[in-house]
C-alpha cells in the first residue's frame, strides 16, 4: 500500500515521521487492508522517512519535487503548469501505522498525504487512494477522500460510518461529489476548521490508521474520522 503526498497547486512544504505499530513489507500489489503482520517485543518504533538520506525510498517528478535540508518542498510555476495531480510515493509500504508530519501550504495551495494507495496504471505517480487534504484557504483541510475512488467520504468536522456496498459500481453512489452510502454520526458537522490553522506557519497533521479506522488530525484536533466497511471498494 502506497504512501504519498500530492504535490500543491502553488507550494506545500512538509516534514514527515512515520511510528509503526504492525511492521510490514509488502509488494505493491497487495490489498487495500492487508492483514496485520506483528513483530515481537513490546515497544513501538518511529523512524524518520523523509530527510537528504532516505530520498531514494521514494520516486516522483523532480520538476515540482524537491529536498532543502530536512524539508520536503512542492512547487509548481507557470512554466510547469499541472495536468494531473503528480505525488511523491515512499515506496516502501506498510499495515497498521502513524504518520505525523508537519506542513505549511499557500494560500492558493491544493494538496494532501495520499494512504494506502494504489499506482494507476499508464499515469506515472498517479494514484487512487485515501488521502487527507490539504488546502491554502483550509477549507477541505483535515477531510478524507478517496482520490479517483468514491470521492469524499468525510468533510472537516465529521465522523463517518462508510456502510457495506451491494457491488463496484462506484457511479451509482457519488452524488456531488460525496459517496452517498455513509452515515454521519450525531453530533459530528460538516465545517471548515480553519479557526485553529496557523495560516502563514507551521502545521502538524497526524494520520492514525489502524484496520479500517481511519483518523485524522490537524494541530491535535480530530478533524475528521472515517470507519470503512465497505469491503467491496476500499
Not at 520538476?63 to 516502501?92: A, D, Q
Not at 484557504?137 to 477531510?143: I, L, S
Request: aromatic content about 10%; overall charge negative.
Amino acid at each position: 500500500n502506497e504512501y504519498s503526498i500530492r504535490a500543491s497547486r502553488r507550494k506545500l512544504q512538509m516534514k514527515c515521521v512515520l511510528n509503526y505499530f504492525v511492521l510490514i513489507v509488502a509488494v505493491v500489489a497487495c490489498k487495500k487492508v492487508p492483514e496485520p503482520i506483528t513483530f515481537s517485543g513490546t515497544q513501538d518504533s518511529t523512524e524518520y522517512i523523509l530527510n537528504k538520506n532516505n530520498i531514494g525510498d521514494w520516486e516522483g517528478d523532480t520538476t515540482y519535487w524537491r529536498i532543502e535540508g530536512n524539508t520536503l518542498i512542492s512547487e509548481v510555476t507557470p512554466g510547469h503548469p499541472l495536468s494531473t495531480n503528480p505525488f511523491l510515493i515512499w515506496k516502501r509500504e506498510s499495515a497498521d501505522f502513524e504518520l505525523k508530519a508537519e506542513f505549511r501550504i499557500s494560500e492558493s495551495g491544493n494538496s494532501g498525504i495520499n494512504y494506502r494507495s494504489e499506482k494507476i496504471e499508464n499515469n506515472t505517480y498517479a494514484l487512487r487512494g485515501y488521502q487527507c487534504d490539504i488546502d491554502g484557504k483550509h477549507t477541505y483541510t483535515g477531510q478524507n477522500y478517496e482520490e479517483r475512488g468514491r470521492t469524499t467520504l468525510a468533510y472537516p468536522g465529521e465522523a463517518v460510518f462508510v456502510e457495506p456496498s451491494e457491488n463496484s459500481d462506484l457511479s451509482t453512489n457519488i452524488i456531488n461529489n460525496t459517496w452517498s452510502n455513509r452515515r454521519v454520526l450525531d453530533g459530528s458537522t460538516a465545517k471548515p476548521l480553519n479557526f485553529f490553522i496557523d495560516e502563514q506557519g507551521w502545521n502538524e497533521c497526524h494520520l492514525v490508521v489502524k484496520g479500517n479506522s481511519l483518523k485524522h488530525y490537524i494541530n491535535n484536533v480530530l478533524a475528521s474520522y472515517v470507519i470503512d466497511n465497505d469491503t467491496i471498494n476500499r
